[in-house]
């Protein structure tokens, strides 16, 4: 928690998390509803501009900075009526300047990002005992409050943790001493069967969460809270007060794209999502039609120190791939991991399906007002195009232009 002076954002966030509700539903809304979100706002513009400089320097406290201030964004946007919401929301200062400060020195997105969703919203059940998934609690900060939100950032962080474990085997391969003597291959295929078996728990990690997170409340009650600046074709553009080109900025909020973990094994085992290589089967069309730079892009919202890993991963003198070519024993254990992947991206299509596209088509569930009921009904009817995932891209064209990316790191007998 921040003290002194920085006490006033964490308690605007604990008012927050009390009063707010998403301003799509607050359609025909007690009036006395929609003061309590305008007060909240309006002592938002009305708070002092905090300098950053006591901060600098802690990690720890930069950190729940930005966790704090981007949740106070996400909040502050998404609670203002949809019918009040012009082209355009203008952010305020007193939230934009402490959070581009705390931002570039994490040099990390100044939005709501993967991080502050996941990575860093967890608390210990019992601080005497040590950080165990049993001893962990996560959605510290929570939006709606509902079950599935809760229980989303459960799972994702559930497949980080698995991620802990790839990143060993990433790290042993890189201090092998060479990578040609038979002890060093026995121990590549071993490192490789480790790999395809963390692949394999993510994959029942996201099975799980189709039996914790409800579609429904995910689609209409959770979501919606993560979007970010123009995230949809009649969403409105953030401005970021005090900035002087905010259309600069990444501010597209979170997406397990920006998990570091997925990150970390696409350059290992060198999956080609820019379609820069001569690979087999050819790209389809629609392939070549998906957004190439999306998983670049997701690493911009990433802190400045998983950045660096990752370009140290992908600049290795010795590429895991390269090696498995060139050495037909090892080859079968990298085309098993490859499979365990491609396998892992077949079961998100299904999920990322179930979750949006098909939860595109509903109508939202029976908790919400009904005059907001009609009123999103209406939107969703005249809005146009394929269902688009948080970072607002074409959410199958994406995904599939990855599995099929994955498919094709499969190597052949020379």
């Known amino acids: 928690m921040l003290q002194g002076p920085y006490d006033v954002w964490e308690t605007a966030l604990a008012n927050a998390q009390g009063v707010l509700k998403l301003g799509e539903t607050l359609f025909g809304a007690p009036e006395e509803v929609l003061a309590a979100g305008e007060s909240w706002r309006q002592r938002i513009r009305s ?31 998404h609670s203002i009526p949809t019918d009040s919401a012009t082209g355009s929301i203008v952010v305020p200062r007193s939230l934009v300047a402490p959070l581009m400060a705390v931002s570039e020195a994490l040099e990390i997105a100044p939005v709501l990002t993967y991080s502050d969703t996941v990575l860093w919203n967890w608390e ?55 990578v040609s003597d038979l002890s060093s291959v026995r ?59 905010t259309s600069k900025l ?3 909020g979170p997406s397990a794209g920006q998990s570091s973990v997925m990150h970390a094994i696409d350059l290992f085992l060198d999956i080609d999502h820019k379609l820069q290589q001569r690979r087999y089967p050819a790209p389809s069309k629609e392939n070549k039609r998906a957004d190439h730079g999306f998983m670049a892009r997701m690493r911009r919202y990433m802190p400045g120190k998983h950045r660096k890993y990752l370009e140290w991963i992908a600049k290795s003198p010795r590429p895991l791939r390269s090696v498995a070519q060139d050495t037909p024993v090892i080859r079968e254990h990298y085309n098993a991991a490859v499979a365990a992947l491609k396998k892992l991206r077949d079961l998100h ?21 009904v005059a ?39 190597l052949r007998a020379n």
């Open 47 to 77: 708070m002092p501009i905090l300098p950053t400089n006591i901060l600098m320097g802690d990690s720890m406290l930069l950190r729940r900075a930005h966790q704090v201030l981007a949740f106070l964004v996400h909040f502050y946007v």
């Open 372 to 410: 907001a009921v009609l009123r999103r009904m209406e939107r969703e009817a005249a809005r146009q195009g394929p269902a688009t995932g948080t970072g607002g891209n074409e959410l199958s064209v994406l995904l599939k232009a990855g599995r099929d990316a994955t498919t094709r790191a499969v």
């Open 124 to 178: 210990l059940i019992d601080p005497e005992l040590p950080a165990t998934f049993e001893n962990m609690r996560f959605g510290r900060i929570l939006f709606g409050g509902s079950d599935a939100e809760r229980n989303f950032y459960h799972g994702s962080a559930r497949t980080e943790l698995v991620g802990v474990e790839i990143l060993h085997i990433i790290h042993e391969y890189h201090n092998l001493p060479n």
């Open 187 to 245: 121990k590549i295929n071993r490192l490789l069967e480790r790999l395809a078996a963390c692949i394999e728990d993510i994959s029942s990690s996201i099975q799980a969460m189709r039996e914790e997170v409800d579609p429904l409340a995910f689609y209409w009650e959770a979501r919606p809270w993560w979007n970010g600046s123009g995230s949809g074709p009649d969403a409105p553009v953030w401005i970021y007060e005090g900035v002087g080109d």
């Open 250 to 252: 990444d501010l597209s």
């Open 349 to 369: 299509i299904r999920v990322a399906c179930l979750y949006v596209v098909t939860m595109s088509h509903t109508r939202p569930p029976p908790s919400c007002p």
